[in-house]
């Protein structure tokens, strides 16, 4: 099971940090992605990170503003979100790929399980 937290309302320009947390298995085991849904359009993604590594990726949208990251020892995945804008309002998934596979993609048919989500509004 994931549950990610962090989630709330914010000014353009502030900054949030969202949380991912596992229960049942190791995150390290798996490589994560964080999707968004923004209203009215469809999933995406926006950063992974790969299994057992700290090797990641981040969109070309968010690149430079979102850092996602590890915590073994918390067995959670954060997402840094700075400088954000109005349109990275959206409710925010962490999702585990299967442990088979080491890479992260931004492909969401590519993983398994799922978070409920956390909103994230960027508002004046």
């Known amino acids: 099971q994931l549950v990610e937290s962090g989630g709330g309302m914010v000014q353009p320009g502030g900054s949030l940090r969202l949380s991912c947390e596992a229960s049942?298995?190791?995150?390290?085991?798996?490589?994560i992605g964080w999707f968004r849904r923004a209203p009215g359009k469809e999933r995406e993604g926006v950063a992974c990170i790969n299994k057992d590594t700290d090797t990641t990726n981040t969109v070309d949208s968010v690149k430079g503003r979102f850092t996602i990251s590890r915590d073994s020892a918390k067995n959670k995945v954060y997402l840094q979100m700075d400088s954000l804008k109005p349109e990275d309002t959206a409710l925010y998934y962490c999702a585990a790929r299967p442990s088979l596979f080491r890479a992260c993609t931004f492909q969401s048919e590519s993983y398994i399980d799922w978070g409920q989500g956390t909103e994230v509004t960027v508002s004046s």
């Open positions: 049942g298995f190791t995150l390290d085991g798996r490589a």
